[in-house]
């Protein structure tokens, strides 16, 4: 059963404009939360993390916020840059067995010039 | 090294044979993952190692499978008697830390097996 859901698999958005990157997880025990991105044939690189203590976490024009009660996080890209186009996912991790990951399927994101 | 480096990038093996590939974690990281990605979906666990031991291989999808991570450094995933569902790219991630919350990883680029 898959833990990490992104529903949308792909995005369009307009250079300058908010992408925003939606992920819903199904368990509560989750505590930590990570964002990667991904070119084509390169490995995920790490973006943006939140523990569960926070609703938000920015670093510079990425801002990821958490809903625990909706078991919901979002990644917001502002303004948008022709280089943001990538495959994102997002990652859960919970404290017990903080060995493993569990992540989405990815989203697509076309920034269009 | 500065990042986690994965060899062979590409593999194309005949069903039946059996690969093995390399995973160089960065330096000093204690913490070392495998996961396998298929066509279209997101990586998913396999194996991870904290130094030298083997401490969850609850994610390795047959005996087929198998890792090792001798010195605590180099670790290498081995898959014998390929098939053709076998096909995927093996990505191997590196973190320093021992334990989440705060361990975020860092992923190689990827060995891509193809089995025909």
């Known amino acids: 059963d898959q833990q990490v859901k992104q529903n949308s698999p792909s995005l369009s958005v307009q250079e300058g404009r908010i992408s925003i990157l939606n992920c819903d997880y199904t368990n509560s025990m989750f505590d930590y939360f990570l964002w990667y991105k991904k070119y084509p044939a390169e490995g995920p690189t790490f973006l943006i993390s939140?523990?569960?203590?926070?609703d938000k976490n920015e670093d510079g024009r990425f801002t990821v916020f958490l809903n625990k009660s909706a078991k919901h996080l979002s990644l917001h890209i502002v303004p948008s840059q022709p280089g943001d186009s990538a495959v994102y996912f997002c990652?859960?991790?919970?404290?017990?067995?903080?060995?493993?990951?569990?992540f989405g399927t990815g989203t697509s994101l076309t920034v269009i010039p | 090294g500065a990042g986690v480096s994965q060899s062979p990038r590409y593999k194309v093996a005949k069903r039946g044979q059996d690969v093995a590939l390399r995973c160089d974690p960065i330096?000093?990281?204690?913490?070392l993952f495998w996961y396998q990605q298929a066509l279209g979906q997101g990586p998913e666990f396999l194996t991870y190692?904290?130094?030298?031991?083997?401490?969850?291989k609850s994610g390795l999808p047959s005996d087929r499978f198998f890792a090792e991570r001798p010195e605590g450094s180099v670790s290498t995933l081995k898959i014998q008697r390929t098939q053709q569902e076998d096909s995927a790219v093996y990505l191997c991630?590196?973190?320093?830390?021992?334990?989440?919350?705060?361990?975020?990883?860092?992923f190689g680029e990827g060995s891509w097996l193809t089995v025909v």
């Open positions: 190692f904290q130094n030298e031991a083997q401490l969850d």
């Open positions: 939140i523990s569960s203590i926070k």
């Open positions: 990652a859960a991790s919970r404290r017990n067995t903080g060995n493993q990951f569990y």
């Open positions: 330096s000093g990281h204690v913490s």
């Open positions: 991630a590196s973190s320093s830390l021992g334990t989440a919350p705060g361990n975020t990883i860092y």
